[in-house]
């Protein structure tokens, strides 16, 4: 059974870092590209990084550009974001979410492109 886990969540001040991680289990991550989105109290879930399967093509957010940074390790099965320069509005449930294609040169933002999900991660940054 595909299931991904995410991990590394938690209360930072601002302009600290935290490492988020994705475990895969039940399937390979060969032919998936993978998304991080997230979702703050009262607002839509939102796209803020992908990679494709082969990790050669990456996009952000606007908002995470240059503060964000998406990678992966498909023989541990896990996709990482290092969120640096955190600010108050970082804060939100993060998700992983899994996008099984055949172009390993592709990632895509929306969220209706994604058909895995992992539980979600809490990341508040506050001082």
């Known amino acids: 059974q595909l299931q991904l886990v995410e991990s590394g969540g938690g209360l930072m001040q601002p302009g600290g870092s935290l490492r988020l991680s994705c475990a895969a289990s039940?399937?390979?991550?060969?032919?998936?590209?993978i998304g991080w989105f997230r979702q703050a109290p009262g607002k839509e879930r939102e796209g803020v990084s992908c990679?494709?399967?082969?990790?050669?093509?990456?996009n952000y957010a606007d908002s995470v550009k240059g503060r964000f940074t998406i990678s992966r390790d498909n023989a541990k099965k896990t996709v990482y974001l290092q969120m640096d320069s955190l600010k108050p509005e970082d804060t939100a449930v993060y998700y992983c979410?899994?996008?099984?294609?055949?172009?390993?040169?592709?990632?895509?933002?929306?969220?209706?492109?994604?058909?895995?999900w992992g539980q979600g991660t809490q990341v508040t940054v506050s001082s």
């Open positions: 979410a899994a996008r099984q294609t055949f172009n390993r040169a592709l990632c895509v933002m929306p969220v209706y492109e994604y058909g895995y």
């Open positions: 039940g399937f390979t991550l060969d032919y998936y590209a």
């Open positions: 990679i494709s399967s082969s990790g050669g093509s990456t």
